[in-house]
Structures are given as C-alpha cells and as structure tokens.
C-alpha cells in the first residue's frame, strides 16, 4: 500500500487558515538508495540525450521499479558526466541530464516492474569512473486533472489582486480593467463566481489548445529552419537548452565558456554562458546579465535568451555586436527556475490535488480530521494546487518534505521572483503556500535565488533583464508604489522606453502592473546601483504557450512594429550595461597580477511580513466557516516587524600585465541611500472623523468589473478635503444589509479629472475599506458603488485621516573599500568614493611606497572632474619624468635582495609584538613599504680604522 501520509506540506496547502506547525509531519516511505559504479575509459562528444547504448565514452547499468511511484536517478563523478534514462521495452527517452560538471539528475513517474537503461555519457575530465545512484518514493501516481480553462475577470487592480490572495492563478496579465485568470475545475470557477466579479470564458480548454499548438508547431517545422539565429520552430525542451548550450561553448570557445552559478533545490545546476571578447581573460569590463525563467511555465522567456546567445556568438563579426563583446561581458543563464520547467514541460496530465488524497487515504473519497477541522483535500486542492496547474506551474519545487526526490507535483513550491531580499514579504506576495505569489519562509530561502544573489554580488554588474511573459511589458524599478521613485528614475525611464519601442510594449514602472516585493531587478537595483528590468514578453492581450510562431518568433522579430522586437530591446539593454555614463569606473596603476579587491558591508531590509499564513480575503468569512469548518485567520503567528538581514558586495579584478588597470564597476554609494528624502512619522490615532452615510441620491457609474446582468452600478460621491498635515486616509463603508454589496473606489480631483488611487472591493455583507498611505494634500472623491443591493437599504461608514510628522533625511556617500592583494595577503587598503558616471584614478603601490588619495580622473563629471583635468594640465610630461616613472615601475618588479629580505625579517618579526590589530597591520605595511629601499653598506669601526700596530 502506498504510505504518504499526514505531510506537512499537503495539510498546510489549503487556500484558508491554519495553524502553523500543529499538523505533524511524516515522511513518504522512501526505499534504500540503490547505487552503482560505472566506468568509461574514453570521453564521448555526442549528446547524452542521443545514446542509447554502452560504448566509446557510455557506460550503462539498469533498474527494474519495484512498484509504482517516483524515481530520482543520480550521476556524480569528476569533470564532466552527463546521464539520460531510457525505458528499455519502449526504447524511448525518459530524460536527460547535460549539465557543465559531473553531478546530473534525471526524475521519472514509473510503473511497477518497468525495466529502465541508465547511460551515463564521459564528456571531459580525467577520472574515469562515476557513481550512479537511484532513490524510489513510494508514491500513488497522479490521476487525470480537470480540463485547465483562461477566464478573463473585470475589476480593479486590487480586485483581481485579491483573487490570486484567495489561491487563484492569477497571471501577468493584468490591467486596469480586467486580470486574466487560470483555473481547474468547478470549484475554481465557483470561486471566481462568489467574488461577484465578471468573468468571461477566453481558452475553454487548455490542454485542447497545447495540443493545437504543438500540431502548428510540428507543422511548422516541417515547412524548414526559422529565420531565427538557430532556425528553431519549435519551443527547447530541458534537454534541447542544456545540448545548445554546451554546442555554444565547444564551437565558439574563443568567445564563450561555462558559467555554472549555483544548483536548484532537486540539484539541477543553473547553467549560462558568458560570451566576451577575450573571454577567458580577466579585466574589469562592466557585466550585463540577462536571466530568464523564474517561472516555469513561461516558456519563451527561456527562448529569448536561447537565441540572444546564438545571435552573440553567430553574429560576432557585425560591427555592432563586436563593439559590445570588446567592451563588456555578457552573462546568460536561461532556466533560473529548471526543476520546475522539467514538470511544466512534461506535459503532466492529472489533478495534484487527488493524487495528494490518494496516498493519504488509499484513494477513498472522505474527508481528513485535522486540528483546524475536517477538509476535503480535492476540492480546498482545486482551489488551490500547489505550485500551478499542470504544464502552467509556476513556482520551484520545494516544499515542507525537505527532500529533493519528492515529486514537484505534490510539493507547494516558492516563487522565485517574490523571494529576493529587497522588501520581502511586503504588497504583491503572499504567506500563503498555496498563492502563486508565495514568498517562501524567507528572504533568499530558495537555493535558486541565492545562486542569483551570490553572483550579483561578486561580479560588476552594471544592467540585469529579467525575462518573464505574457503581459507585453517593460518594467523599472520600484516594484511597489510605496517605495518612491528611483533616483536614477529619468535614465530608466529613457533605456525603458527606447525597449518598448523596440517591441512594441508599454513602458512603466513596476508597480503600474501591480504591487511587488521581493523581485530579482529591485534588489539589484537597490543593493548595487545596477539597472534593472523585467520584459514581459508580449504578444498584448496574449496567453502561455501560444503556437512558436505567434508566442516567440514575431515577438523576436518585431513583426508587430517593425523596430527590431526582442532582438534589439536586448541589444538596447546590452548597450546601456556598456555605457561608461551610466556606471563608474576606477583606473589606475599597480602592480600586474596583483588582485583587486572591492567590497561593501550592508543590512537589506524586508518588509512587514507574516511568515506563513493563509488569506482569503474575497470570501465571507460566514461562508468559509460553513462551507471548510475552517478559520479566515490570515496570520495565525501574527505580523512581524520589518527586519535588517546581513548583506554585502565583494568583487575582484586581476591588474593586468601592463601595469595599468580600468574596473568599470556599479556606484559606492547605494542609491536610496544616497538620495536626500522625506521621512513620514504617521499618527496611531486619527485626528479627524468624518461620519458618512447613504442619501438615495444615486446616479449612473461607467467603472469596470459589473456583473453580467448590469449594465452599470449606482454610485454616490462622497467629497473629501485632505489638509497639509495629513498624510494617511482611511475610508470604510459597510452595508446595513448583509445581502447587500457595496464596492468603493477612492479619486483624486484633479481640477475636475478623477485619477483612482485606491479601491475595495469585497463579497456581499462584508465592510469595504481604502487605506491610502502616503496622501497628498487636496481634494478627493470616494465612490460608493451600488454594486448589487437587492435591499436598498443603505450603507454607513466613517473616512479617518491621520496627521504626519514630515522630516527630511539627507543622502550620505558610501565608500567602497578596495584592498590590493597577492595570495590571499592584504597589501594595501584604500576607501574610495566614486558617484555613477564618475572616473575615479589610483596610483596602489601594493606593498611598495606610499601612494597619494583617491581622486577623480579627467574623465569624470562636473567639479571634480574640472579640477582632475586641470592637475593633469599642470603635470610634468618630461621624457625625464616618464623614465623615472618606467624606472619605478621597474624596480617594483625586481625580486628583493637577500638584504632587503633579511631587513624585512627583522621589520616583520617586530611588528608582530605591536599591541592592538590596527596598529599592527599598519607595522606591517610599513615593513612592506620601506623592503625595497636599498640596504646602506655597513661602515667599518673605529677600530677598524686604526692602522695595524707594527
């Protein structure tokens, strides 16, 4: 009998309230693992996917399923081992692993007694033998899945917000009027329903439409190559990128090589390639980076990045690409997110949510006691499946089974792009495990986005895009509204809007899509100074997995508008990343191959954030209770404070031989950090209270999100006139009949025109409230919609608002501190502030004389340029001065001699015993500093002198 039982994960994924930690978690029955050695004595070239044998650089071992269940087939050895799994009877491809190193993962539903073919494939690397391993999870197999459906629902930004909040798959495509919305099942379409929210049908059947798509697609390529940079007609599958990826590096090695920067959390590596002039020298060119697929589901953004590297590397010679590769690197790494793109690409065709209940009572149909009441796990799992509805998951595989061979079907999973540190946990992602939005326990919890942190962080990244899809947009920094405006606001903005014209996309900041936390640009942003963007691939008003032609290839091309499309938007970006104005730079002079060293300690703050809770804010809470015996309880541990996580940068550069050195590096100063600001204390109690109450006095309203059989609401303005000192309004409107629903939308007047700057809008019978934080002064206008009130009989409310304390904090500089080292030795240390667009010249003797302070080059801006070009003007340029210059230079390179050595000895074991670290090392670099000085020759003695008595 399958044994899944009571785990943690599935309990707790219920689309209400619980009560975290009350469930006790047991493991799923996992057998021992089975292990193998294998051996290769020769290296292959072929593509793993392809083997189907043992032979010249292949070596085979097979496995037999006990039963049915889930398998997770391992390969580890040194240098470069590929895997692919076969089934034996069908000969066909289970899958492949074909990453750049030596550990591969390959994972399989299998039935009882299938016979299967491990062929783990040598492609580099001294050893020649490798271990192959295979765990089993004794696990029910998944049954059919309800027919997945794309509604189109009417309402408000915060509306349609609130339905993924309820556990609906809420996609990017969201606009002022209407959210396009994926759902399984009559429970999920019930659900949309009850918000009173109008929906019309778009796709009737998903996978009816995957299957048209693939059809088009086959037949399109039957028809010959694309015009893309690799011909494709057809969407890569996992082992399809990993195969180009590799092709990429082993036939344009003079331009491109591996980057691998970290591992998913079921152990796939997250693989790239840099492409660069020179690439495998070390200098200080400014990095451009482009990562793609957060989401798995969002399988063109994977596409792009696929063909932006084929076009670097197949177009090298055009004067324009060329230009880039000579001045920056480029990094891309196409599949942040692979485990999850391997279950979406899998085309897994059954409901999570019965196989969840399956293996926790045998298949039976009954309900589960729990300690927050009895649920029946199909329909709360319709509500809310874990990690996204079949081919359309979204997020990670993780998980509450701390187990990477769990099946990524039944585990919840973490989305990626609500988990980085920059106000985590605050609008636009969820606590909820079973939200698409679900921001994980904690800030980079999830091994993905710590492997993009941990790289943005050690290389000068100076412009990050973010490839996502399908809302046909171009997005800057902030994520949230809250935030304020970026300092560098108008040069986003203009690298936003020359990207947009490209494509054919609406350029804004990130937040007019809806509110984010935790997202990959603003981190970047925020903590390095880096520009940063997501491009929501396009086509407007599109959907996932359109056919290639329509969902990739016209949006590469530009077929819409002619400009270049997704080709040149990314050239665009390259270019800004490239733009010496639009970062820093610091040139100077030492030693060659000595290591450079810059770094910066900070704290990230996150948001208010609840750890783990469940919100269902659409549904009357009576409703939920007599429906789920469950609580609407949305935090059950409660909120916590916003808090400081450790942070940092630290990036290195190699001199190069000549001596002479050009770091093209992201500002010292943190943007936010720097710029002067507002600060707003808001009052806890309010000091105005404004009674406010139905009249009759009604009349026609035009506002989207009316449901069906209206034809418009009702509504009745209410005026408001906010003063100087307020700085937060509160307006809440509940009706006196419980059958009855009111929605509010709250306006600024502005001379007469009505710019939304909040809303609310919840079931029948519950109050409606606008909390608008950070009000100007003026004059408002709160609408109160009539909705649907088949009682009439009114509403009442109150409209608070809460005075602030305004103070305004100064902007600080921030200074990098830059070290010169050789083998792991600190020579010498400098802190050195330089402002973006700003060139900043050092002379670093490392260890020999003293240099002078850090200051601005000629090259540099403003003031502190002009003065820079005017010390220039007034420096010798003798031939003498410049050979005294060689002269040094060559000195610097002669090995001491054994005199110098022995006075270093003695210098150094003196000031060893120098009390307190900082003087001590100050000792030291002053031995350093004076080695080289010659050694005078001892003079004889007096005695000496005296001539010999005779």
């Known amino acids: 009998m399958h044994r899944l039982v009571k785990v943690l994960s599935l309990l707790l994924v219920l689309g209400a309230g619980f009560a975290t930690g009350a469930l006790a978690a047991q493991r799923p029955a996992t057998l021992p693992t089975v292990a193998r050695a294998l051996g290769a004595t020769d290296t292959t070239t072929a593509p793993c996917a392809t083997a189907t044998r043992a032979g010249t650089g292949v070596a085979s071992t097979s496995y037999r399923a006990p039963m049915s269940g889930y398998a997770t087939f391992r390969v580890a050895g040194k240098g470069d081992w590929d895997l692919a799994v076969r089934d034996v009877a069908r000969r066909g491809l289970v899958g492949a692993s074909q990453g750049f190193g030596g550990d591969e993962v390959v994972q399989s539903w299998v039935q009882a007694g299938q016979r299967l073919r491990l062929l783990a494939c040598r492609r580099d690397g001294a050893a020649g033998t490798a271990r192959a391993t295979v765990d089993f999870v004794d696990v029910a197999p998944p049954k059919a899945a309800p027919v997945p459906q794309l509604l189109r629902v009417y309402g408000t930004p915060q509306q349609t917000q609130r339905l993924e909040e309820a556990g609906l798959d809420v996609t990017h495509n969201v606009t002022k009027r209407y ?25 009737a059947d998903f996978d009816a439409y995957l299957r048209r798509t693939a059809r088009a697609d086959g037949k399109a390529a039957m028809a010959g190559p694309s015009n893309l940079p690799s011909g494709r007609q057809t969407y890569r599958g996992y082992e399809d990128i990993q195969a180009e990826l590799k092709a990429i590096v082993e036939q344009h090695g003079d331009v491109a090589r ?27 060119r400014p990095t451009f980076l ?24 197949k177009q090298q010679d055009d004067p324009r690409i060329a230009s880039l590769l000579a001045r920056e690197r480029i990094v891309v790494v196409p599949l942040i997110n692979p485990d999850g793109y391997v279950t979406s690409r899998s085309h897994a065709d059954y409901d999570p949510a019965l196989a969840i209940r399956d293996n926790l009572t045998g298949g039976e149909e009954q309900s589960i006691p729990s300690p927050i009441g009895n649920l029946n796990l199909s329909l709360v799992e319709s509500i809310a499946p874990p990690g996204g509805i079949l081919t359309y998951r979204r997020k990670n595989c993780a998980g509450a089974v701390p187990d990477p061979s769990m099946p990524c079907d039944l585990q919840w999973g973490v989305d990626p792009n609500r988990n980085y540190g920059q106000f985590w946990g605050g609008p636009g992602s969820s606590p909820d495990p079973t939200s698409q939005s679900y921001h994980g326990p904690g800030p980079w919890s999830e091994p993905e986005t710590q492997a993009v942190h941990q790289f943005s962080a050690t290389h000068n990244i100076t412009n990050i895009i973010t490839l996502h899809n399908v809302a046909a947009l171009v997005l800057r920094p902030p994520g949230a509204h809250d935030q304020g405006k970026a300092p560098d606001e108008a040069r986003l903005k203009e690298i936003g809007d020359a990207m947009a014209t490209a494509t054919g996309y609406t350029s804004q900041y990130g937040f007019e899509l809806y509110d984010t936390t935790g997202t990959t640009e603003d981190w970047n942003y925020a903590a390095t100074g880096s520009y940063g963007y997501t491009i929501e691939i396009g086509p407007p008003d599109g959907e996932f997995h359109m056919p290639y032609q329509v969902g990739f290839i016209d949006e590469w091309e530009g077929k819409r508008t002619g400009k270049g499309g997704l080709r040149e938007a990314l050239l665009l970006g390259a270019e800004a990343a490239a733009t010496q104005a639009d970062h820093s730079v610091i040139e100077g002079t030492a030693p060659a191959g ?7 300690s900070f704290m990230t703050r996150t948001s208010e954030y609840c750890t783990m809770g469940a919100g269902v804010p659409l549904l009357n809470p009576a409703f939920f209770e007599e429906n789920l015996g469950v609580s609407t309880e949305v935090c059950p541990e409660g909120r916590q404070p916003a808090r400081d996580v450790p942070d940092g940068l630290d990036m290195t550069t190699k001199v190069p031989a000549s001596g002479r050195f050009t770091w093209h590096v992201t500002p010292s100063t943190r943007p ?50 906010v003063p100087d000192d307020v700085r937060r309004v509160v307006a809440t409107v509940a009706p006196t009949a419980p059958t009855d629903d009111y929605d509010l939308v709250l306006y600024r007047d502005e001379g007469g025109k009505l710019t939304e700057v909040g809303s609310s809008g919840n079931p029948a019978g519950v109050p409606e409230t606008v909390d608008l934080t950070g009000a100007q002064p003026g004059r408002y206008v709160l609408r109160v919609n009539d909705y649907l009130a088949p009682t009439d009989t009114g509403w009442s409310g109150t409209v608070e608002q809460y005075a602030a304390k305004v103070s305004r904090v100064e902007g600080v500089k921030e200074a990098w501190t ?133």
């Open 179 to 203: 959210a396009d919305v994926l759902v399984a099942g009559a429970a999920q379409r019930d659900l949309v329903k009850r918000t009173g929210l109008r929906s019309a049908l778009r796709i």
């Open 258 to 284: 591996p980057v691998v920067i970290g591992k998913s959390y079921q152990g796939r590596e997250l693989q790239g390639v840099e492409v660069a002039k020179d690439v495998r020298g070390d200098d200080g």
């Open 290 to 313: 482009l990562v793609a697929l957060h989401h798995a589901r969002e399988w063109p953004s994977a596409e792009a990045a696929m063909e932006f590297l084929w076009t670097l590397v």
């Open 594 to 600: 000595a290591t450079l060293r810059i770094r910066k």
């Open 672 to 721: 936010f950090v720097g710029q002067s600001h507002e600060e707003t204390t808001i009052a806890t109690e309010p000091t105005s209270t404004q009674q406010i109450a139905s009249t009759g006095d009604t009349s026609s309203s035009q506002l989207a999100g009316t449901p069906a059989e209206q034809d418009a609401p009702d509504h009745q303005d209410v005026p408001i006139t």
């Open 818 to 950: 830059l070290t010169c080292e050789r083998d792991g030795q600190v020579l010498e240390q400098r802190d050195v502030v330089v402002d973006r667009g700003q060139v900043v010249s050092l002379d670093l003797g490392c260890g020999g004389a003293p240099q002078g302070a850090a200051a601005p080059s000629a090259a540099a801006g403003g003031e502190a340029g002009a003065q820079a070009r005017e010390a220039i003007a007034a420096r010798p340029t003798s031939g003498a001065s410049k050979g005294k210059a060689k002269a040094k230079a060559k000195a610097r390179k002669k090995p001491l001699t054994k005199a110098q050595k022995r006075r270093l000895a003695r210098c150094l074991a003196k000031a060893k015993k120098v009390k307190g670290a900082k003087k001590r090392a100050a000792a030291k670099r002053r031995c350093a500093a004076n080695a080289r000085k010659p050694v005078a020759k001892r003079r004889p003695s007096a005695k000496a002198k005296r001539p010999a008595p005779r």
